[in-house]
């Protein structure tokens, strides 16, 4: 497959992980909660870095939510994701929404251990 | 006042000085000086006004009963002048005077004007300095205005024109006399009458009185501000008394609140025990609210740091895939070095196989093995072909895809202290958080400590005593307002106390209005009635002088004086008559005149100049017998040839001319005139000008301007 026929595809998270990735968003009323991403499409691209540093992917369960496709880019990742995508004949949407369902998974447990979402970039 | 000698100093013709005796061994009060014109007669009476007023006027103007004075002779300068012209233009130091000696009531009279130049030549009067000095009886030497008043009490200025007569204006006072319009001699009459002393009395009156009314007045009006002021006065008194009401309420209100802030502070000490915990969860409250308004910014650091959370985390993966095609670069590099380096090799051993001769390159010998040489050259250009080939048969990216690559991965690049700040500012947010928290535990534990109701009961006083401190606050405000509406009432009211209480009515004021009014009535009665009878007085003395030196008596028979002392000479029937005679009526002007001297008290020497100017010989004898006699004011006549002549003067009064004398130049005489000579035996030289006497040999210069004062022996 060359480059060019690397699909771009659709992103998109479970309901369980946007509401998890919904929580992380910054509130000026809710300054002591660990809320450090200003949109949801942040927060989102956080958790796809996160699973593809930690290389966790994770396939979507049941309903899901589609990020908006203007505000998040999938070309903008494809040189790192190139060679997976074309290898796993893979459209770039569909691995970057399994790292993101991935990341989110990290995430949350990390939450649930009464850590910081940040923390995990050290 | 009786003169006694005079002695003139560089005055008129005298050069030098020029004693005159005045003290006659007889009784009489004539006085005679005799000369031709132009001899020096005016002189001496021009010398004795410049020693007593210190000026001498030129004839004055009378133009419808009004005089208009001339101009002072100057002392010195161009033209008419008072000080010898001899004196003036020689002498280097210009100098005049007049000595008058005299005896009056205070005993003896020294008067000497001295005039002196302060420059070299002076050229106006601005330039010379007058000396007055006075010594009257035993009185102290006056000087300058002093002496000059001194002079005034014995002979006023005022009345100078009666005694310093002037026969050849005799016509002025006589239209003076007889006109309607009678300003001049008005004042005039006034002055010798005295009158202008009551003048100046009812004068100073009416100024004093002037004084004392604006006093009045002003006392009135104040008074009127002083009513006004206690009206206002009163209506302040009354604002004062509302406004300290208003005060004493404020006053009451506020006793009453701070009493009741009182309580309420009593109230809270029975919670004492737990003010301290109070305190310490107010503390913890505030500092919880201080760190929760710090927290919302260190959070939005936090989310602004984390902006490139993700960047952080792709790059750990991308960043080997980055190095990789760094490496791959440099591979691609070194590749097309050693591609170019394995051409030229090739290119050289193929030029080198085919200019291959046999012969050396370098020794230029005979090569001795040269198909082994040519052998071994191949080899190596196939090597080096070979290897030229495994070079670019090397699967690697072209050198553009590999940069857009690299450019791409860089996108998702964080910087180099990227990962730092987001820690640092997550473990920031982070133990804010953890403060918080601590303090939030601190303050429940401390909650718990109080019941609900001690924490209300606490509360509600706290809420109360606020209200109430607020409340104290207000009502002190409104305490001071009202207390100083109050002072500024009472500055008010004493300024008003102040302006109605100072006025007093001097009753004494009024008195002496009422005083001086009438005082002023009366002087005007007193001189209305003295004016009427030194006016009968005047008619009487004048008519019984005129009816003495009258030729006519049958025709006018005496003299009427009005009111505003106009004369008229009457006739037989008592009525004016319509046109009298010049002579009558110089006769009658010589009568008004000695008559208001005479009425005026002033025992002061006359000075006559030129006594006959108007009168015929009949009226000239009878002046002066009625003039000269043996008793009463000297009278000095200035007598010209024309009018007396001396010897048959000396004669016709002998015995009540008391002294007489010529002013003549040396070339009037043609007799000797050495005192004690007087021979008619003189020689007479024309061709040297001088005249010599036979008698007693004395000579005289007839070109000399020696001006001679000669008495005569009488």
Known sequence: MSEQEIAKGSVGISETSHALLVSLVHDDEKSSEDRPFESIVEAFRFAFALGFSMGRKQKREGKHVTVAPRQFIVTDYQEILKKEVTKNKQSLGGAISEYAEGGCSIISETVSKGKNVLDLIS | ?714
């Open chain 2, 1 to 714: 006042m009786k003169l006694q000698h005079l002695i003139l100093y560089n005055i008129g013709p005298f050069y030098g000085r020029y004693p005159i005796n005045f003290m006659a061994e007889n009784d009489g009060n004539g006085y005679a000086f005799f000369a031709e014109n132009n001899r020096g007669k005016t002189s001496i009476y021009n010398a004795m006004r410049w020693c007593l007023f210190g000026e001498v006027s030129e004839r004055a103007k009378t133009v419808k009963g009004e005089r208009y004075g001339g101009s002072s002779i100057p002392l010195v300068g161009e033209g008419r002048i008072l000080m010898n012209s001899h004196a003036y233009e020689h002498d280097k130091n210009q100098e005049m005077s007049v000595v008058l000696i005299a005896e009056g009531e205070k005993g003896s009279i020294q008067i000497t004007r001295t005039a002196t130049s302060i420059t070299t030549l002076a050229r106006h009067d601005g330039q010379m300095t007058i000396q007055l000095d006075v010594k009257v009886g035993s009185d102290e030497l006056k000087h300058g205005a002093e002496a000059q008043e001194a002079i005034e009490s014995i002979f006023p200025r005022s009345l100078e024109r009666f005694f310093f007569i002037d026969g050849e204006a005799l016509e002025e006072y006589t239209q003076m006399m007889s006109s309607s319009d009678v300003i001049g001699l008005k004042e005039e009459v006034n002055s010798i009458l005295g009158i202008p002393a009551l003048i100046k009395g009812d004068a100073d009156f009416v100024r004093i009185r002037q004084g004392i009314k604006a006093k009045i007045d002003s006392t009135a009006k104040a008074e009127k501000v002083s009513t006004k002021a206690r009206d206002d006065a009163n209506a302040q008194r009354k604002n004062l008394k509302e406004k300290i009401s208003i005060a004493d309420k404020k006053q009451a209100k506020l006793q009453t609140v701070m009493s009741k802030l009182d309580e309420t502070v009593e109230e809270m000490k029975a919670h004492e025990e737990l003010a301290p915990i109070l305190e310490q969860l107010k503390m913890l409250e505030s500092q919880i609210d201080f760190k929760k308004q710090n927290l919302v910014d260190v959070n939005i650091d936090k989310v602004v740091e984390a902006r490139v959370g993700w960047k952080v985390l792709l790059w750990k993966k991308a960043s080997p895939q980055y190095q990789h095609y760094v490496g791959v670069r440099e591979q691609l590099a070194q590749r097309s070095r050693l591609i170019e380096q394995t051409q030229n090799t090739i290119k050289t051993l193929e030029k080198d196989l085919s200019e291959m001769t046999g012969i050396c390159t370098e020794c230029h010998q005979p090569l001795p093995d040269l198909e082994h040489f040519k052998a071994k050259k191949e080899s190596e250009l196939s090597a080096q072909k070979d290897l030229l080939e495994s070079y670019q048969s090397e699967d690697l990216d072209s050198e553009d895809d590999l940069t857009i690559k690299m450019a791409e991965l860089l996108k998702i690049q964080p910087q180099s202290d990227s990962k730092d700040r987001i820690l640092r500012a997550q473990r920031k947010w982070k133990k804010l958080v953890n403060e918080i928290e601590t303090l939030e535990e601190q303050h429940t534990l401390l909650n718990k400590k109080l019941t609900e109701d001690a924490k209300s009961s606490m509360v509600e006083l706290g809420e109360r005593k606020g209200r109430q401190e607020a409340m104290v606050s207000r009502r002190e405000s409104e305490w001071r307002t009202a207390r100083t509406d109050v002072e500024l009432a009472e500055l008010e009211l004493k300024r008003l106390e102040r302006l109605s209480g100072n006025v007093e009515v001097n009753k004494e004021d009024y008195n002496i209005d009422n005083v001086i009014s009438s005082l002023i009535v009366t002087i005007k009665d007193t001189i209305a009635s003295y004016r009427e009878k030194a006016r009968v007085e005047v008619q009487k003395r004048a008519t019984a002088v005129f009816t003495r030196l009258n030729n006519a008596p049958e025709v006018y028979t005496g003299i009427r004086v009005d009111k505003d002392f106009r004369t008229e000479i009457l006739n037989s029937k008592g009525k004016p008559s319509r046109n009298p005679s010049s002579g009558a009526i110089s006769i009658m002007t010589m009568s008004v005149i000695d008559a208001l001297r005479r009425v005026s008290g002033f025992n002061v020497p006359v000075f006559l100049d030129t006594p006959g100017r108007s009168l015929d010989e009949h009226h000239k004898d009878r002046q002066l017998d009625y003039f000269w006699q043996t008793d009463g004011q000297q009278f000095l006549i200035f007598a010209h040839s024309g009018e007396y002549g001396v010897e048959e003067t000396v004669e016709e009064f002998k015995g009540r001319l008391a002294k007489a004398y010529t002013i003549s130049l040396p070339r009037d005489h043609k007799t000797c005139f050495q005192k004690g000579c007087m021979s008619e035996d003189v020689e007479h030289d024309s061709y040297n000008k001088k005249n010599t006497c036979n008698a007693c040999g004395f000579e005289w210069d007839l070109t000399s301007q020696e001006t001679l004062v000669l008495e005569v022996p009488l």
